[in-house]
T-cell receptor
Framework: QKEVEQDPGPLSVPEGAIVSLNCTYS??????FMWYRQYSRKGPELLMY????GNKEDGRFTAQVDKSSKYISLFIRDSQPSDSATYLC??????????FGTGTRLLVSP | DGGITQSPKYLFRKEGQNVTLSCEQN?????MYWYRQDPGQGLRLIYY???????QKGDIAEGYSVSREKKESFPLTVTSAQKNPTAFYLC???????????FGPGTRLTVT
């Protein structure tokens, strides 16, 4: 079993839809969680960083962490075609190496 | 502008040649990382360095070498011993206060 599981997609939605992207993990020691957006042939861009259970909102993006269920989510409101990208979850503990999901490809159609 | 730069963006080499990928950061981060990304496999850690003049192997270090002579720079050499060197290579650095990891734009290496 992988430490982090992420559905590869693709996830196709119409413009304006609410998008839900998810990751599950097995290691209860993870302390912090990140979401990255990666456009084709570009480096991943850090979107959201959370250090505890609960919700964190930044513009159209909301990151949610449920440590009891070992489940994290990224919600995108009012999705736009420019949100079409691969979204990677990542999690870690202290300065131990980050563990990444394999990424979910999102397609937002006009 | 603060950030991470990687050069070149595209690199082509013949099989049997060593090649060095550049990574520079001006974020004043102590820790730097090299990853390899292949389609459908996610990010795999090659080497990392948490301080100048010190580095550790990641999960797939065979056929690669690094140096960390300056805080700002962490070059990666892909040697002829690396069996499948064609890939997208990503450099990253970490903010020690928050553990946030930032990536460079990547170098796409093609070996024929």
């Amino acid at each position: 079993q992988k430490e982090v599981e992420q559905d590869p997609g693709p996830l196709s939605v119409p413009e304006g839809a609410i998008v839900s992207l998810n990751c599950t993990y097995s290691n209860s020691a993870f302390q912090y969680f990140m979401w990255y957006r990666q456009y084709s042939r570009k480096g991943p861009e850090l979107l959201m960083y959370t250090y505890s259970s609960g919700n964190k909102e930044d513009g159209r993006f909301t990151a949610q962490v449920d440590k009891s269920s070992k489940y994290i989510s990224l919600f995108i409101r009012d999705s736009q075609p420019s949100d079409s990208a691969t979204y990677l979850c990542a999690m870690g503990r202290g300065f131990q190496k980050l563990v990444f999901g394999t990424g979910t490809r999102l397609l937002v159609s006009p | 502008d603060g950030g991470i730069t990687q050069s070149p963006k595209y690199l082509f080499r013949k099989e049997g040649q060593n090649v060095t990928l550049s990574c520079e950061q001006n974020l004043n981060h102590d820790a730097m990382y090299w990853y390899r990304q292949d389609p459908g496999q996610g990010l795999r850690l090659i080497y990392y360095s948490q301080i100048v003049n010190d580095f550790q192997k990641g999960d797939i270090a065979e056929g690669y070498s690094v140096s960390r002579e300056k805080k700002e720079s962490f070059p990666l050499t892909v040697t002829s011993a690396q069996k499948n060197p064609t890939a997208f290579y990503l450099c990253a650095s970490v903010n020690r206060d928050s553990y946030e990891q930032y990536f460079g734009p990547g170098t796409r290496l093609t070996v024929t």
